[in-house]
């Protein structure tokens, strides 16, 4: 199957971490990325994990991967309200074809 | 260096029509891929190009069709327009090649926002 699914919502403190989870059915896939998506905008690309790897650090940004469980997670650390957006995980078929979440719109309170 | 530029930005269509949406890749990327995106299905895979030739195609019917030209920019077409058509439409580039997995990363436009009155 190609469904990857993620919670719709998650609201946070400006201040605290956030973390977006993510789970997907073909641990066949090799990258597995993180894409943000801020209104009336296109995708931005957040961070990418290669699917041999378990855990990628960026800057505030965490990606755990738990390839048994096909699970994916993002975290990011010390959230501003610029962080608020819809944030999309997505698997990486090959040929570019890649298939998104239904994503999660991360709503940050100051 | 420039980014992915999607034109129109905005635009408005009567069912029946046709439209034609253009988009120019990042410098130096040949693979060229279209997304449709709406609130019901979210984002789905229309279709990828590389040199010109199709490589991979999501599940949409007939009426959504596209192309690519020598220099990498590339064109999708919807004839018959359909109200449940209305969407943000993506285009992404990438420099992956021929190899399947080459480890280059998709870049994304900011879309062209098509609404099928």
């Known amino acids: 199957g190609e469904d990857v699914e993620q919670s719709l919502f998650l609201s946070v403190r400006e201040g605290d971490s956030s973390v977006i989870n993510c789970t997907y059915t073909d641990s066949s896939s090799t990258y597995l990325y993180w894409y943000k998506q801020e209104p009336g905008a296109g995708l931005q690309l957040l961070t990418y994990i290669f699917s041999n790897m378990d855990m990628k650090q960026d800057q505030r940004l965490t990606v755990l991967l738990n390839k048994k469980d096909k699970h994916l997670s993002l975290r990011i650390a010390d959230t501003q309200t610029g962080d608020s957006a819809i944030y999309f995980c997505?698997?990486?078929?090959?040929?570019?074809?890649?298939?998104f979440g239904t994503g999660t719109k991360l709503q940050v309170i100051p | 260096k420039a980014g992915v530029t999607q034109t129109p930005r905005y635009l408005i269509k009567t069912r029946g029509q046709q439209v034609t949406l253009s988009c120019s890749p990042i410098?130096?990327?040949?693979?060229v891929s279209w997304y449709q995106q709406t609130p019901g299905q979210g984002l789905q895979f229309l279709f990828e190009?590389?040199?010109?030739?199709?490589?991979n195609k999501g599940n949409f019917p007939g009426r959504f069709s596209g192309r690519q030209f020598s220099n990498s920019r590339s064109e999708m077409n919807v004839s018959t327009l359909e109200l449940g058509d209305s969407a943000l439409y993506l285009c992404?580039?990438?420099?992956?090649?021929?190899?399947?997995?080459?480890?280059?990363?998709?870049?994304f436009g900011e879309g062209s926002w098509l609404t099928v009155v």
């Open positions: 190009y590389f040199s010109e030739t199709q490589r």
């Open positions: 410098s130096g990327h040949r693979s």
């Open positions: 992404a580039s990438s420099l992956r090649s021929a190899t399947e997995f080459s480890g280059n990363t998709i870049y």
């Open positions: 997505a698997e990486d078929w090959g040929y570019q074809k890649v298939t």
